[in-house]
């Protein structure tokens, strides 16, 4: 316990304790992107719960290929990017940090107001189906591949976003290269069959991650900490693994690490359990041995405290929390005075996955 409620740093930010809101799509912004009253309400709660850190729900990038979801927030205007003032500083006004998380949907797409069909790294349908919960019916579409002009747009939109975060006062940003999106599209074997510099090994499958970082990190230099999230799991097929294991994972986290990643976000169902088969290191412990230094955010069922101080204990400087935050956004507070924890109410994400006026009301 007291380990979790020490401070920690990323880049040049401090944090008052290891707890942060990990991202968590909400589909509650306008129907043309902006952010709203009733998300700065949402997210302010998570500040004035004792989370250090807020991390925002996947933010498009771009008015071509990004969006993913109808009602997903965007940072692809400068109107989309002043309606996250009133966000950001509701958050800051309870005492918290936040970071926009950039994303790009890629083949996932399923509410795209900018384009009629999603584009991804091969012309491969996606496995599963459409997400009710954000407002998706059926198989997905099957998408087009994308010519290096769609990747030389797709990776200027992440940088532009990211000036435009910088405009409405975010504390850092974090690169969504997780859970099947476009990023994860390229580092995934089976949804990249590429022949070119961005397919084949996993070498240049990495690459669409550690260009996003060069460019966003060129694009607004050192004001913000970025940072990328990693998973093996995906939305649609939550039984991933890196076919490589081990010895993908050091490609990975060294591949990000030295790109100057400014933290790694990684992210799993059980985040204490081996990353490959029934025993060894969890992921978590591998981006920590295989990118030393690189401050280390876990994700993965870690609303207990026990399994929170684990991944500590593992490696991990700070524990983002999703589920357990949505039942309790004053979880830290909750931890300090010895209450007991709401168990996760799936009707905070049925029958849509938007944002409930139960999650926006005033703390006791």
């Not at 940003?173 to 089976?190: K, R, V």
């Not at 990975?252 to 990353?275: D, M, Q, R, S």
Request: some cysteine; hydrophobic content about 45%; glycine content about 10%.
């Amino acid at each position: 316990m007291s380990a979790l409620f020490s401070p920690s740093r990323i880049a040049h930010l401090d944090l008052s304790n290891r707890f942060a809101v990990a991202p968590m799509t909400r589909v509650s912004a306008s129907e043309h992107g902006h952010a709203t009253e009733q998300m700065a309400r949402y997210y302010q709660r998570f500040a004035e719960g004792g989370f250090s850190l807020v991390i925002t729900e996947g933010i498009y990038t771009d008015q071509a290929y990004s969006q993913g979801y109808l009602f997903q927030p965007g940072l692809s205007s400068t109107e989309q990017a002043q309606s996250w003032r009133p966000v950001v500083d509701a958050v800051h006004a309870a005492g918290g940090k936040i970071f926009a998380q950039l994303m790009h949907a890629g083949a996932l797409a399923q509410g795209n107001r900018f384009r009629c069909d999603p584009a991804g790294p091969s012309s491969v349908q996606p496995r599963g189906k459409q997400m009710a919960v954000y407002r998706g019916r059926g198989a997905y579409a099957v998408p087009l591949e994308m010519t290096q002009a769609d990747i030389a747009e797709a990776i200027a939109g992440f940088a532009q976003a990211a000036q435009r975060a910088v405009e409405a006062g975010f504390d850092g940003i974090e690169i969504h290269g997780a859970n099947g999106y476009l990023l994860d599209q390229f580092l995934t074997d089976y949804t990249n069959r590429r022949s070119d510099e961005w397919g084949g090994t996993i070498e240049n499958r990495i690459r669409l991650h550690t260009q996003v970082v060069d460019t966003v990190r060129a694009a607004i230099g050192a004001q913000l900490p970025v940072g990328v999230r990693i998973s093996q799991a995906k939305v649609n097929d939550y039984l991933h693994k890196w076919a490589g294991g081990e010895s993908d994972a050091r490609t990975v986290f060294g591949a990000l690490a030295a790109a100057g990643a400014g933290f790694i976000h990684v992210t799993e169902f059980e985040a204490w359990k081996p990353a490959f088969g029934n025993d060894g290191p969890s992921l978590a412990r591998l981006a920590r041995q295989f990118a030393p230094g690189v401050p280390l955010i876990a994700n993965g069922s870690l609303h207990e405290s026990g399994r929170a101080a684990q991944l500590l204990d593992a490696g991990a400087d700070i524990i983002a929390l999703g589920r357990g935050a949505l039942s309790n956004p004053s979880l830290p507070v909750l931890l300090t005075k010895g209450a007991a924890l709401a168990p996760f109410d799936p009707a905070l994400l049925a029958p849509l996955g938007n944002i409930k006026e139960v999650e926006t009301s005033t703390l006791a």
